[in-house]
């Protein structure tokens, strides 16, 4: 019961409270009224009493005024006396009908007043008689009926009767009197009693309705208070479901939705606490490596020059070798036989070789020199390529098979140099006693040209095709086909200058296709 008054709420508790308060009110209303209606009929009834005791007189008046006007007319004969009489005699009998009429409401006064007026009457008729004797036979005659002494004996009944009536109206008004009293009496009682219920009652669920709201509201205060110092994380557990209840169990889910945003906000602003270490590390990683970067541009430049000044000089040497080599063929041409011919001729062979050698090494340095790209049309270069490499391709009886190349941005010398060594190797490479059909093609993919140059020559085996694009990496020998292992490497550096890949899709007798790609 105490449970499922907790779970009322505060608006419940006031609505019943209050209506229970509104009920003791109307019931001492009510009781109030009956009383009050109770007392005002008892004292009507006692004044009805009072009007009938005073009629009774009224008509015991009359009827001595009657009797003595009577007496006066027989004695003196004088009409001022009859006068009287009749005027009394008038209202007399109003008189009795208004007695009948207060006294209707109890039978047995009804019965009394009944035998009143009978008697009235008679007593009226034996006036009237003695009058008429007076006025017709004389003042001894009517004398005579007065001294008999009947008149009197109905007098007396008359007196009797009244005095009957009255005792009544007076035993009525005796009991009457004691009833307004012990109604106030009673309403006293009742209103006391109910004034104590509804005290009791309004204390009682007053007390109830302030506990419901300032216990609770006190705790929340408390808890507020405490959460206001700081502590996010202390519970104001109000076991209640009513409207305080459900305020702090609101407050609550506000401080826990608080707790989670400032654990974000924390982790937020660990993680820009984290991002400003990140950003201040790489800014001096970029100063870092800006800093390598200069230094390996000069380094780079250095050894550029390095490579030049030494491939150049290393030139000179060779030369020499290559000259000394001829003087010493063409001066002993008589002594040296077959062999020594063949040790001058290999070194002569070597030495050009080295010569192809530093001179690959040279263009491999001179990559990416040129400073500025320009627009290239892919499919002139690959016409003037085609015309230069014209008397290879007339002896191998190469076949093209070029279709729609595009314009593209690069820089010019290191891209037909690229064109160059891809269709180079492919006529190169062929297979023995097969002309060589070199297809070139070029297609769109995402934010690149896809370059393909098919051949149908040697083909690679997978193992090597990483390799191959690395520099002097070659996989023949050169008596079956000279070469320096330098153009791959030269193709893959073309290609990283202009920000694509390079790639060999190849089956060894089946023919290779090399793909890169270029920068739309
Ligand atoms: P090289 O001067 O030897 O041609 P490259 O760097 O151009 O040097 O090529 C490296 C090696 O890759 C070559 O020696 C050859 O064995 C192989 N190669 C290159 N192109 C082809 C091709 N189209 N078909 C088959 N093998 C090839």
């Known amino acids: 019961m105490n449970r499922k008054f907790k779970n009322f709420n505060i608006s419940n508790k006031l609505f019943w409270g209050f209506t229970l308060i509104f009920l003791i009110l109307v019931l001492t209303i009510i009781t109030s009224f009956s009383y009050s209606n109770k007392i005002i009929k008892s004292t009507q009834l006692i004044s009805h009493t009072h009007e009938v005791i005073k009629e009774l007189a009224n008509i015991e008046t009359l009827l001595i005024d009657l009797e003595t006007s009577q007496r006066g007319y027989i004695i003196t004969g004088k009409e001022t006396y009859l006068e009287t009489y009749n005027n009394s005699l008038k209202i007399f009998d109003d008189k009795i009908s208004a007695l009948r009429k207060l006294t209707i409401d109890n039978p047995s006064q009804t019965k009394r007043i009944g035998l009143l007026r009978r008697l009235t009457k008679s007593k009226l008729k034996d006036l009237q008689s003695t009058i008429t004797l007076r006025k017709e036979v004389g003042f001894e005659s009517a004398k005579k009926t007065i001294v008999d002494d009947s ?76 959460i206001g110092k700081g502590d996010l994380k202390h519970n104001i557990r109000l076991d209640t479901n009513e409207e305080i209840g459900q305020l702090s169990h609101a407050f609550e889910e506000m401080i826990n939705k608080l707790i989670s945003n400032s654990a974000s906000k924390d982790l937020l602003e660990n993680e820009i606490e984290a991002r400003k270490k990140t950003e201040l590390e790489l800014t001096s990683t970029k100063s870092r490596i800006e800093l390598y970067a200069r230094n390996l541009e000069q380094k780079n430049k250095e050894s550029e020059e390095f490579v030049y000044i030494a491939s150049h000089d290393l030139q000179e040497p060779l030369r020499t070798i290559k ?8 001066e002993n041409e008589e002594i040296l036989n077959d062999e020594s011919n063949s040790y001058l001729e290999f070194i002569a062979q070597s030495s050009n070789r080295m010569s192809e050698l530093i001179k690959g090494l040279l263009d491999y340095g001179r990559i990416g020199q040129e400073k500025k790209q320009i627009k290239i049309n892919c499919d002139e270069f690959i016409d003037s390529i085609q015309m230069d490499l014209g008397s290879i391709i007339d002896e191998t009886g190469s076949t093209f098979i070029v279709e729609k190349l595009p314009i593209i941005r690069g820089y010019k010398t290191e891209i037909r140099l690229l064109f160059q060594n891809l269709i180079t190797n492919a006529i190169k490479y062929h297979k023995t006693g097969i002309k060589p059909i070199i297809q070139i093609s070029a297609k769109k993919k995402n934010d690149t040209w896809q ?63 090399f793909h890169f790609t270029l920068k739309l």
């Open 451 to 513: 370059f393909s140059f098919k051949d149908n020559g040697l083909g690679i085996a997978d193992e090597h095709q990483e390799r191959i694009f690395k520099l002097f990496q070659r996989l023949h020998n050169k008596s079956e086909y000279t070469g320096t292992g330098i153009g791959l490497a030269h193709c893959r550096k073309i290609v990283e200058l202009h920000e694509g890949e390079i790639w060999v899709e190849s089956k060894l007798g089946l023919g290779s296709t």
């Open 151 to 226: 008149g009197k004996d109905i007098m007396d009944a008359i007196r009797a009767l009244l005095s009957n009536i009255e005792n009544e109206e007076t035993r009525l008004l005796k009991t009457r009197n004691i009833e307004p009293n012990e109604t106030k009496e009673k309403n006293n009682v009742a209103l006391i009693a109910l004034l104590v219920i509804s005290t009791a009652a309004s204390t009682l669920i007053g007390i109830a309705i302030s506990r419901s709201i300032t216990v609770p509201v006190n705790a929340l205060i408390q808890g507020v208070k405490v």
């Open 323 to 330: 000259g000394f080599t001829e003087l010493l063929k063409i």
